[in-house]
């Protein structure tokens, strides 16, 4: 008897946990907005091309991320493993696009749309160029004509933010129209805080 009281006190303290995991992601999935993107985002530049990744570009995603990247968004081998992972299974957590060369199809520029309810609320949108095309230009190109889709979607404000030594990622946002904010310290990834520059585009 007693074994059997216990077995259902526990099966009711496990059959609770489930309610209340269920209930915290129902209220955290319900917090966080789909992108307002259309599924089928077809945006031309003179050179570029912006759609959303697909499955396919999984291994373009791999190669892009190198130790540059991984610096610059305090991300480890592990959150690059990650975001591969759930693109090449359709899963992302955030939404994903890229800008194509329309010459050669390579993807140049990878994004990153997310949506951040506490700290400077608002659509987030990261980005960088896949490694054999940095220093061409294609990162201002890109970041404009993603911009460029985001604001006719219905977003009003992108947020942009960055290491406060990555001169390079400032000036492309600074090209492409955007507006400084005031710096902040941020916690990145990886565990560390770091003085970041943020941008509103």
Known sequence: MVVRALLIVLLGAV???????LYWITRKTAAMPRDPLPA?????TPRL???????????ALAASIDPDVMRAHGWFPKHRARMVRQLRQNRSRTAVFVACDHGTDDVVVFFDLSFAPQE??????????????????????????????????????????TIEDN??????IVNAGGVPLEPRQVRLPNGTTTSSLWFVL
């Open 120 to 161: 400077l609320a608002g659509w987030h949108l990261g980005f960088w160029t896949t490694p054999d095309h940095r220093g061409r230009g294609y990162a201002t190109e890109a970041l404009g004509a993603m911009a460029q889709v985001t604001h006719r979607a219905g977003v009003e404000t992108l947020h942009l933010g």
């Open 49 to 59: 091309a912006i759609r959303r990744a697909t499955a396919g570009d999984a291994d």
């Open 15 to 21: 059959a609770l946990s489930c309610i209340w995991i």
């Open 40 to 44: 089928d985002v077809d945006w031309r």
């Open 167 to 172: 001169t390079a990622m400032q000036s492309v």
